[in-house]
Nanobody, 126 residues
Framework: QVTLVESGGGLVQAGGSLRLSCVGSGRNFSTDIMGWFRQIPGNERDFVAAIIWDGDVTTYGDSVKGRSTVSRDNAKNTVWLQIDNLIPDDAGTYFC???????????????????WGQGTQVTVSS
C-alpha cells in the first residue's frame, strides 16, 4: 500500500515559521516529483511548492515565493516544506503529493499527481 503521511501542522502565530514533513512508504518516490498543495474549505487545492526527483530544481507558488523552501531526502523517503514569515492566508490543510516523472501537464496542477497524503492542518493566528 502506497502512503504519504504529513505532519508538522498546528497553530502558529503570524510572523512565525513552520516546517511540514511528508514521509512516503510502499513505493520508491525517488524518481517522482513531490509537491505540496494547500486547500481551504470550498476551494480547490492551490499549488504551494514542488521539487524534482534529485532535488536540484524547485518551484513555488506566488503566495509563498521568497519565504518558502521545499527539500527532500530520498534515502528517508521524506519531503519537507518550510514557510517563514507566516501570514493568515497561509492557513489551510496542506497536502503532500507525488507525481510520476512522465506525468503530463504542469507540476503546478494537482491533476498530475497520483498519490496524495491525508493532509495536515495549519492555523495562523494574527
Amino acid at each position: 500500500q502506497v502512503t504519504l503521511v504529513e505532519s508538522g501542522g498546528g497553530l502558529v502565530q503570524a510572523g512565525g515559521s513552520l516546517r511540514l514533513s511528508c514521509v512516503g512508504s510502499g513505493r520508491n518516490f525517488s524518481t517522482d516529483i513531490m509537491g505540496w498543495f494547500r486547500q481551504i474549505p470550498g476551494n480547490e487545492r492551490d499549488f504551494v511548492a514542488a521539487i524534482i526527483w534529485d532535488g536540484d530544481v524547485t518551484t513555488y507558488g506566488d503566495s509563498v515565493k521568497g519565504r518558502s523552501t521545499v527539500s527532500r531526502d530520498n534515502a528517508k523517503n521524506t519531503v519537507w516544506l518550510q514557510i517563514d514569515n507566516l501570514i493568515p492566508d497561509d492557513a489551510g490543510t496542506y497536502f503532500c503529493a507525488a507525481r510520476k516523472r512522465a506525468a503530463a501537464g504542469s507540476w503546478r496542477h494537482s491533476s498530475g499527481y497520483g498519490f496524495w497524503g491525508q493532509g495536515t492542518q495549519v492555523t495562523v493566528s494574527s
